[in-house]
């Protein structure tokens, strides 16, 4: 499964990707997550290659660590500086989207996934 990511602020650090099958620590507890990638972003675009992935359903949360601090930046109200993004381009009314909202079904055929960061 390829994940292509988009609309990078700038080429700086990393972009920091958990792939979960289900629920359980959806969008950002890393031990929960079924496979995790760090990679380089180069004009604007990362492109994270997971391998094989078994088919299922799954969400994807992304962010722009543009100071290589493992973390997403946030303001004094907790509102992140850098890029960040879920599967199907989902948004939280306060937060994070629910896992069913960014959920999506990897099957034989479907195998690449984009994320624009807000």
Same mark, same amino acid.
């Given at each position: 499964?390829?994940?292509?990511? +988009?609309?990078?602020? $700038?080429?700086?650090?990393? @972009?920091?990707?958990?792939?979960?099958?289900?629920?359980?620590?959806?969008?950002?507890?890393?031990?929960?997550?079924?496979?995790? %990638?760090?990679?380089? @972003?180069? !004009? #604007?675009?990362?492109?994270? !290659?997971?391998?094989?992935?078994?088919?299922? +359903?799954? %969400?994807?949360?992304?962010?722009?660590?543009?100071? $290589? +601090?493992?973390?997403?930046? +946030?303001?004094?109200?907790?509102?992140?500086?850098?890029?960040?993004?879920?599967?199907? $381009?989902?948004?939280?009314?306060? #937060?994070?989207?629910?896992?069913?909202?960014?959920?999506?079904?990897?099957?034989? #055929?479907? $195998?690449?996934?984009? @994320?624009?960061?807000?």
């Amino acid at each position: 499964m390829t994940l292509q990511v +988009t609309e990078v602020k $700038n080429d700086q650090g990393l @972009i920091r990707v958990l792939l979960f099958k289900g629920e359980a620590g959806f969008p950002d507890d890393e031990a929960k997550a079924f496979k995790s %990638a760090s990679v380089k @972003i180069k !004009d #604007g675009k990362a492109v994270v !290659d997971f391998g094989p992935v078994p088919e299922g +359903t799954y %969400a994807l949360s992304v962010f722009h660590d543009s100071q $290589n +601090t493992g973390k997403l930046r +946030t303001n004094a109200f907790g509102i992140p500086r850098d890029g960040y993004g879920f599967s199907n $381009n989902s948004m939280g009314t306060f #937060g994070p989207p629910s896992f069913e909202k960014a959920a999506f079904k990897v099957t034989a #055929g479907k $195998n690449n996934v984009s @994320i624009k960061l807000r």
